[in-house]
C-alpha cells in the first residue's frame, strides 16, 4: 500500500506511525482511518486464546479457589469490565494494553456469568448456551441495522465501540458456555472438547483461504470459538484430576499465562486497524490514501482493509 500526505510518499515497508515524534507524522485524514482495536493478524489470534485461558483460570481463581462464589464474581469482574470498556472508549486512540486488559476483562466476566448463569440459576448449560446466543445475534443485529455493518475494522467512534464491546462481552460468556455444555453436557471431556474447537477452527481458517465467505461472518465465527477453546483448556489445565483435568494452580496457571501475554505484546507490537470507508478518500494535498491490491482481512468485507 502506499499513502501519499501532501508532497510525501510512504509505503508498506516504511508506514507512518500514528502519535509518532518522527519525521513522518500523519495528516488528520489518516488518522481517522485508524481504527481503535488491532489489526486482525495471526498474532492478534495467539494473544486472543491465551486471554481466553487467562479468562477461564482466572475467572475460576475468584469463584472456586477463593471461594468468592459466582454472584461475587459476576460483580467484581462486572466492574472492572465496565470501568475498562469506558477507558478504551474515552482513548483517543488505539492501547495495546488497554485494549487487551480490556479483553482479558470480559473473559473472566464471560467465565463468571456463564457459571452463574448455569449453575446458580440451574437454566443448564443447553439453556444458558441458548439464551447467550439469542443476546449476541440480538447485539449483531442491532449494530447491523444501526451502521449497516459489523466489520471491526469501522470501530472508531464511540456508538460503534458500545456496539463492539457488548458484542464481544456476549461472544465470549456464549463460549464459556459452549465450551462447558460440550465437555460436560455431551460428555466429550476437555481433551476431545478442545480438538472439536480447533478442528473447528480450522475449518474457518479453510473457509477464509479457499472460499468467498464474508470476512466479518468469519471473523465472529472465529472469535466465538476462540473462547471455548480457551475455556476448554483452561479447565484441562485447573479441573481434578478425577474429572479429566490436570488439577494444576489456578493463581499460577493465570499468572504464567498472564506473563507470556505480555511478553508477546512486546515482542509482537500491535496495530490498529484501518477504517475500510477512509480508503481512496482524499489525503492533504489533494491526492488519494491507495491501499494496493490485498485479500480481505477477517474481520472485514473491504478487499482493501
Not at 21 to 28: A, F, L, S, T
Not at 72 to 101: H, M
Not at 192 to 204: D, E, N, Q, S
Amino acid at each position: 500500500m502506499t499513502v501519499v500526505v501532501g508532497q510525501r510518499r510512504f509505503t508498506n515497508s516504511q508506514p507512518p506511525v500514528l502519535g509518532s515524534d518522527g519525521p513522518c507524522p500523519m495528516n488528520d485524514v489518516t488518522k481517522q482511518a485508524l481504527s481503535k482495536v488491532p489489526a486482525v493478524t495471526l498474532g492478534f489470534w495467539v494473544i486472543k486464546i491465551l486471554a481466553t485461558t487467562l479468562g477461564e483460570t482466572g475467572g475460576d481463581t475468584v469463584t472456586m479457589t477463593l471461594d468468592w462464589g459466582y454472584l461475587a464474581g459476576v460483580t467484581l469482574f462486572g466492574v472492572v469490565l465496565v470501568a475498562l470498556v469506558v477507558a478504551q472508549i474515552s482513548a483517543k486512540r488505539f492501547y495495546p494494553i488497554l485494549y487487551w486488559a480490556t479483553i482479558v476483562a470480559s473473559t473472566t466476566f464471560g467465565t463468571t456469568l456463564a457459571d452463574f448463569a448455569d449453575r446458580s440459576l440451574g437454566i443448564g448449560y443447553t439453556g444458558g448456551s441458548l439464551l447467550l446466543l439469542c443476546c449476541l445475534l440480538a447485539t449483531l443485529g442491532l449494530w447491523h441495522r444501526s451502521e449497516g455493518t459489523v466489520s471491526v475494522n469501522t470501530v472508531s467512534t464511540p456508538k460503534v465501540e458500545a456496539f463492539y464491546w457488548a458484542t464481544i462481552t456476549f461472544s465470549q460468556t456464549l463460549g464459556t458456555a459452549l465450551g462447558d455444555w460440550l465437555a460436560d453436557t455431551r460428555g466429550f471431556g476437555y481433551e476431545r472438547g478442545a480438538l472439536v474447537f480447533t478442528a473447528a477452527l480450522v475449518a474457518v481458517v479453510a473457509l477464509y483461504y479457499w472460499t468467498g465467505v464474508s470476512r466479518v461472518t468469519l471473523f465472529w465465527v472465529a472469535f466465538i470459538l476462540t473462547r471455548p477453546l480457551g475455556a476448554t483448556v483452561g479447565d484441562f489445565i485447573d479441573k481434578p484430576v478425577a474429572d479429566g483435568g490436570l488439577a494444576l494452580s489456578r493463581p499460577l496457571a493465570s499468572a504464567v499465562i498472564a506473563a507470556i501475554i505480555v511478553a508477546l505484546l512486546v515482542v509482537l507490537p500491535q496495530r490498529p486497524g484501518r477504517h475500510p470507508g477512509q480508503e481512496g478518500r482524499t489525503a492533504a494535498g489533494g491526492q488519494s490514501v491507495g491501499a494496493g491490491d490485498r485479500q480481505p482481512a477477517p474481520g472485514s468485507d473491504n478487499p482493501n482493509p
